[in-house]
């Protein structure tokens, strides 16, 4: 398992990076709102808590993959918004050229479409594909297609970390 360096503590989109897990580290846990809270220890020896009910950690346990282009999300980013921020939450990235790319949990049918907040409406993408998609009700193969001709942006692009 090959997880980004330690030095990465800071990264370039606003969020705090406080530890490094293996995707199929994070088990999505669902029981009550407070229940569902689980801690696990950052880089730097302390415990943070995280909420493990999101739809994302399960949708991400059935398909790290993204379904347009194939990016693997691979390593899960334990990150907090705020230094104050009682939580802190998981964030999968795969890498492509040297740089960590978000997973995300796409709308198949898009909520502006009208699709529904369901594990039945939801796919893994990777944030670039996710963008070229946006609210277009476009097959995963053509958004596939798209993604060949898309250059990444320079790491200051929120979203993108330079490993
Ligand atoms: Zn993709």
């Known amino acids: 398992m090959i997880l980004p360096p330690k030095n990465i503590m800071c990264s370039s989109h606003g969020l705090k990076i406080l530890g490094r897990y293996a995707w199929d580290d994070i088990i999505p846990y669902e029981q009550g709102v407070n229940e569902s809270i689980r801690k696990f220890r950052g880089d730097d020896g302390n415990f943070y808590y995280v909420k493990m009910n999101s739809p994302r950690y399960k949708l991400f346990e059935k398909n790290n993959i993204c379904v347009a282009c194939g990016l693997v999300g691979f390593v899960y980013l334990l990150e907090r918004r705020r230094?104050?921020?009682?939580?802190?939450?998981?964030?999968?990235?795969?890498?492509?050229?040297?740089?960590?790319?978000?997973?995300?949990?796409?709308?198949?049918?898009?909520?502006?479409?009208?699709?529904?907040?369901?594990?039945?409406?939801?796919?893994?993408m990777c944030y670039i594909c996710n963008q070229i998609k946006t609210n277009l009700e476009i097959r995963p193969e053509l958004v596939g297609q798209m993604r060949q001709c898309f250059v990444l942006p320079h790491a200051r692009e929120q979203r993108y970390i330079t490993l």
């Open 83 to 124: 230094e104050d921020e009682d939580i802190a939450h998981f964030n999968l990235y795969g890498v492509e050229n040297n740089t960590l790319i978000l997973m995300t949990k796409d709308h198949i049918l898009p909520k502006a479409n009208g699709g529904k907040d369901r594990m039945d409406n939801y796919q893994t």
